[in-house]
């Protein structure tokens, strides 16, 4: 019965680098959302995943912001050039369906951009 | 635009009493309210839920509520004990997004 994960734990990272954060959600939820919560702030929605729907992205800040998911399984979450505002814990949660409402969080990727 | 807010950062309360907290939100289509618990270098944890079309609801030590014409959602937790101090975050849903608070960080002193 394994929860959500997210790897790296930790990323230190410089300035205009690229960074690739990856998720893997519950087996057989078919939701799975993107968040990242900056210091002293609440959990920001950037993007969600609904089985082979398109993909909300409503949320994502700028276009050096992607994600990707393959079929129901894992999601990486990939910035380009980052910058030091892109310095934020992300978290990762699924639910069994979009319509569900309970989610359940990885312990999130914390992004240093120096 | 910070659709849901939690405007007391912290919060202490001596073991065995009442912790209560508060959240206020701006958005009428909010259809569903839900708490989530945060322990240190965790993600956040589901605690309890409440729908729009209703007032109340419990579950052991925890009870939420909502005032719909306030646009305020508290959750009450008793008795408060050690374990329950963590950062504490209200969300909201409407559609397929939720909005977050900043969270309350909750202190219990034995």
């Known amino acids: 019965g394994a929860g959500v994960s997210q790897s790296p734990s930790n990323k230190v990272t410089e300035k205009g680098k690229d960074v690739e954060l990856r998720c893997d959600p519950i087996?057989?939820?078919?939701?799975l959302y993107w968040y990242r919560q900056s210091l002293g702030q609440g959990l920001e929605f950037l993007i969600y995943?609904?089985?082979?729907?398109?993909?909300?992205k409503s949320g994502l800040p700028s276009d050096r912001f992607s994600a990707e998911r393959t079929g129901e399984s894992v999601s990486t979450l990939t910035i380009q050039r980052t910058q030091q505002e892109d310095s934020a814990v992300y978290l990762c949660?699924?639910?069994?369906?979009?319509?569900?409402?309970?989610?359940?969080f990885g312990p999130g990727t914390r992004l240093t951009v120096t | 635009d910070q659709q849901v807010k939690q405007n007391s950062p912290s919060l202490s309360v001596q073991e065995g009493r009442i912790s209560i907290l508060n959240c206020d939100y701006t958005?009428?289509?909010?259809?569903?309210f839900l708490w989530y618990k945060k322990y240190p270098a965790e993600g956040p944890t589901f605690l309890i839920s409440?729908?729009?079309?209703?007032d109340k609801n419990e579950d052991g030590r925890f009870t939420v509520f909502l005032n719909k014409s306030a646009k305020h959602l508290s959750l009450h937790i008793v008795p408060s004990q050690p374990g329950d101090s963590a950062v504490y975050f209200c969300?909201?849903?409407?559609?397929?997004?939720?909005?977050f608070g900043t969270g309350t960080s909750l202190t219990v002193i034995p």
């Open positions: 949660a699924s639910s069994l369906t979009v319509l569900t409402y309970e989610q359940y």
């Open positions: 995943f609904q089985g082979n729907s398109a993909p909300d």
């Open positions: 409440i729908s729009s079309i209703k």
């Open positions: 969300a909201s849903r409407a559609g397929n997004q939720f909005y």
């Open positions: 958005n009428s289509m909010f259809d569903y």
């Open positions: 087996s057989g939820h078919t939701a």
